[in-house]
């Protein structure tokens, strides 16, 4: 089999860069998805609000997924469904597997656009027993908006990243009354006015608690709480794991391409290239995790390098200049290697912090400070610092100097 662009991924991203090369002209463009249809995680999202930056108007989340799909498919690209790519190599070549059996896919570039998960209760080291009950968001709102059932009606919800209030969204939706939401952490991960929504829902909120076990044989009846070191039991019949979320990077680690370990995404150059040629990556793939707008932009800009590329119009890879973050405060930074300017290059940095802090992002080479910015950042905030239209060849360190 071959395609002009083989895109692995029918989320936000990967549509959005679909239609777009195909508006382009850029050949044959083919999406795989291995699930039974595209949309991404927007699919199994009832709430909105989707589609402001895409649409110009307010939808729920499958309205806003399907509209995706149409637009690539009006554009001309070809969307594969119940197809797994199981292997990526130099080529660009693609293993795939569908209910039609094992082929290959030869391309002259591939988008790499897999998105992210939330992390495991085994990830998050939470013990205790193994009883049914435990979920993670998606799998959350997969049940209940699209298989329409209730797992469960009185779970405890751990998290308070925006996709944890998305899940008491989603909880309302079903008529689930989760009984309480810890945070480990001393402060909120989401914006300050999302602490709103548990009280106006009837749910407490806990600070500087986590959860020590869950317990239960064939259903959760419960957890032991921590917090202080202080534990004690809370009755409950599910635990819902939220955000903690990390990058879909299978295929990347089969194939030996270097990750960040602060994005836990591919190190990327500012056109998105990853370590093998040919292939590119946007959208949640690059760092956990953006909005559903935020990587439908992405997906357009990669279209744009990728066409670029296939038209010998990219400068060269060698051309890069290394980023180095120097502050332990700065979670992470991309992309990873700065470049020249080019048709789809990213011309900001994206960074998030470890932690609340407020101070000055500096932006340096040679001692001299290319780009500062003073920030009063959260933990999940984006914080964007532009890319300066002049450098030189030597590394471009970035530090951050904390002020109280």
Not at 99 to 104: E, H, K, L, V
Not at 167 to 177: D, E, K, P, Q, S
């Amino acid at each position: 089999m071959q395609a002009d662009v083989a895109i692995i991924g029918a989320g936000p991203a990967g549509l959005a860069a679909a239609a777009e090369l195909a508006r382009r002209g850029a050949g044959r463009i083919v999406v795989l998805e291995r699930e039974a249809e595209p949309g991404g995680i927007p699919r199994h999202c009832g709430h909105s609000p989707y589609g402001m930056r895409e649409f110009r108007r307010i939808m729920g989340g499958a309205a806003y997924a399907a509209r995706l799909a149409a637009a690539a498919n009006r554009a001309g690209a070809e969307i594969r469904c119940r197809t797994t790519v199981t292997a990526i190599r130099p080529g660009p070549e693609l293993e795939l597997s569908s209910p039609d059996g094992i082929a290959r896919l030869s391309a002259g570039a591939v988008l790499l656009a897999t998105g992210t998960r939330e992390s495991s209760r085994v990830q998050r080291m939470i013990g205790g027993q193994k009883p049914g009950g435990i979920l993670t968001t998606g799998a959350l709102q997969g049940l209940v908006h699209l298989n329409h059932q209730i797992p469960f009606r009185r779970p405890v919800i751990l998290g308070s990243e925006l996709v944890s209030f998305s899940a008491l969204l989603t909880c309302r939706t079903g008529g689930i009354r989760p009984v309480m939401m810890v945070e480990p952490g001393p402060h909120l991960r989401s914006r300050r006015l999302a602490a709103l929504l548990p009280g106006l829902l009837g749910v407490k909120l806990r600070l500087n608690t986590g959860i020590a076990a869950i317990h239960g044989d064939g259903q959760v009846t419960g957890v032991t709480l921590e917090r202080d070191g202080r534990g004690w039991h809370l009755d409950a019949d599910g635990v819902l794991l939220t955000g903690e979320f990390r990058s879909e990077a299978t295929l990347l680690a089969a194939a030996g391409i270097a990750r960040d370990a602060g994005t836990t995404g591919p190190v990327i150059d500012a056109f998105g290239r990853i370590g093998m040629d040919g292939y590119f990556a946007a959208g949640n793939l690059l760092r956990p995790v953006e909005t559903a707008g935020a990587c439908w932009a992405e997906g357009r800009r990669a279209a744009r390098a990728i066409a670029a590329h296939l038209s010998g119009r990219l400068p060269d890879a060698e051309q890069g200049v290394p980023l180095t973050v120097e502050s332990n405060a700065i979670r992470y930074a991309l992309p990873q290697m700065l470049m020249p300017e080019g048709p789809g290059r990213h011309d900001r940095i994206q960074i998030r912090f470890a932690h609340p802090s407020y101070g000055v992002l500096e932006l340096v080479q040679d001692e001299a400070v290319l780009v500062s910015r003073h920030v009063s950042a959260r933990p999940d905030q984006r914080i964007m610092l532009p890319l300066p239209e002049r450098m030189g060849s030597d590394p471009v360190r970035l530090r951050f100097r904390a002020r109280t």
